[in-house]
């Protein structure tokens, strides 16, 4: 089942401008986790933000959570080409038990940043 | 260095054919996972493993097995009841904790011919 929903599908910036991605779920989390995945690879992490969490930074990356509205963004500054990939969300269901690590995935945004 | 590494990068498989996707870990990850992903959709979850000699079905298990035979590898094997093979498969470790993230390997892309 894909629990999350990302929006835009899919995102084209010029170099050094900013790129925000959102990601919306249905049931109670863990944790939200973003991913990336350049063409044809596999997915490297990026960022995990906890329930009790609602703002947190990595670097370039800045993501946010609402567990109210049970939503989350991803913003990527000053993007550079080498940004260029596709960038998914994953939630974590959690609840006890052997259950963790579950992730369930949104489709993912196309982020195309050009020179 | 420590890693995840899935063989081949490409598989190709006739029709009625059972094939297996290799992936073994030395990251020391109790729990592993086999995701497929279709063009432009998001990783769907096939089976996983939380401890040696034991998995569970995700949300897509019928036409693929596994086996967890040692902590470092998990192999995947495709048979022939599934009926649409052909996608892009990604394994991946954890640790067995709350609050954890996942590495990947490179993925196995698998052709039905």
């Known amino acids: 089942s894909q629990q999350g929903e990302e929006d835009p599908q899919a995102l084209s910036i010029q170099e050094g401008e900013n790129a925000t991605m959102n990601c919306s779920y249905k049931t109670s989390i863990n944790n939200l986790q973003w991913y990336r995945q350049n063409s044809g690879r596999g997915l490297v992490h990026l960022i995990l933000?906890?329930?009790?969490?609602r703002e947190k930074h990595s670097g370039r990356l800045r993501v946010t959570l609402d567990t109210s509205k049970k939503s989350s963004s991803l913003l990527i500054t000053a993007s550079r080409a080498a940004d260029t990939a596709s960038y998914f969300c994953?939630?974590?269901?959690?609840?006890?038990?052997?259950?963790?690590?579950?992730?369930?995935f949104g489709q993912g945004t196309i982020l195309t940043v050009h020179p | 260095d420590g890693g995840i590494t899935q063989s081949p990068k490409y598989l190709f498989r006739k029709e009625g054919q059972n094939v297996t996707l290799s992936c073994e870990q030395n990251l020391n990850h109790d729990a592993m996972y086999w995701y497929r992903q279709d063009p432009g959709q998001g990783l769907r979850l096939i089976y996983y493993?939380?401890?040696?000699?034991?998995?569970q079905k995700g949300d897509i298990a019928e036409g693929y097995s596994v086996s967890r035979e040692k902590k470092e590898s998990f192999p995947l094997t495709v048979t022939s009841a599934q009926k649409n093979p052909t996608a892009f498969y990604l394994c991946a470790s954890s640790r067995a904790d709350e609050n954890t993230e996942a590495f990947f390997g490179q993925g196995t892309r698998l052709t039905v011919v």
């Open positions: 933000i906890r329930s009790n969490e």
């Open positions: 994953a939630t974590d269901r959690y609840r006890g038990g052997t259950s963790y690590g579950k992730l369930t």
């Open positions: 493993s939380q401890i040696v000699n034991d998995f």
